[in-house]
């Protein structure tokens, strides 16, 4: 089976660097996927990983080490609109193509001014 | 480009009875998803289907059928409605299944009183 922990809610200043943590297990990994929600939004697609190590995409970078079953999402100079809800996703499947996810619970950042 | 669809986008039931949510994306995507959202949760996987004219089901799928008659369209039924399945509902899809990002619409806001 699958499970993933993250942090429920952190908070960071407007232009500080802030880090959320997603520890997960899963039967057979087949990378992470995260996710930005805003409130009353639908999920949108930020990163996704398989191969440990860091990938950079603007403002919000997405690491992995496979070995700890860890990756974090880094977002940089925070702004207002980065408060959302940040989900981190793992495939339920390995070796298959049905594409389905596990989410976790999410991680709610808000940001202030 | 208007990407998934979701209709209707707030509905309230009383137990007992039924509806239809309709999803429709205009991506040519394979790969369909009906998700649930609650409070305190992840995101949870319903039904999904793989083509047109195959469904399968998925974590929680007690209470809800489906049905892809149409490679474009996903619907989502619920034929006698309990409080429980007041939830928001969200649909998605994807190219390529394994691997390849989610696109999810709008969602639908349901209650079931």
């Known amino acids: 089976g699958q499970n993933i922990d993250q942090p429920t809610e952190m908070t960071a200043t407007e232009g500080a660097i802030v880090q959320i943590n997603c520890t997960y297990q899963?039967?057979?990994?087949?990378?992470l996927f995260w996710y930005q929600q805003h409130a009353g939004e639908a999920p949108t697609f930020l990163s996704y990983?398989?191969?440990?190590g860091l990938e950079e995409k603007g403002r919000f970078s997405s690491f992995l080490s496979r070995s700890k079953g860890y990756s974090y999402l880094l977002l940089k100079e925070l702004q207002m609109k980065d408060s959302a809800s940040y989900l981190c996703?793992?495939?339920?499947?390995?070796?298959?193509?049905?594409?389905?996810?596990?989410f976790g619970r999410g991680t709610q950042l808000t940001v202030w001014p | 480009n208007a990407g998934v669809t979701q209709t209707p986008k707030f509905r309230v039931l009383k137990t007992g009875q039924s509806m239809t949510l309709l999803c429709a994306q205009d991506?040519?995507?394979?790969?369909m998803y009906w998700y649930r959202q609650d409070p305190g949760m992840g995101l949870r996987l319903i039904h999904y289907?793989?083509?047109?004219?195959?469904?399968a089901k998925g974590e929680v799928p007690d209470g809800y059928n489906v049905s892809r008659l149409k490679k474009q369209n996903f619907l989502l039924g619920l034929e006698s409605a309990a409080p429980s399945q007041t939830s928001v509902y969200f649909c998605?899809?994807?190219?390529?299944?394994?691997?390849?990002?989610?696109?999810f619409g709008n969602g639908t806001r349901l209650t079931v009183t």
């Open positions: 998605a899809s994807s190219d390529r299944g394994y691997n390849s990002p989610l696109h």
């Open positions: 899963t039967s057979g990994f087949n990378g």
């Open positions: 990983n398989v191969l440990d």
């Open positions: 996703a793992v495939p339920i499947d390995r070796g298959s193509t049905l594409g389905r996810l596990y």
């Open positions: 991506m040519n995507h394979e790969y």
């Open positions: 289907s793989v083509g047109e004219g195959t469904t």
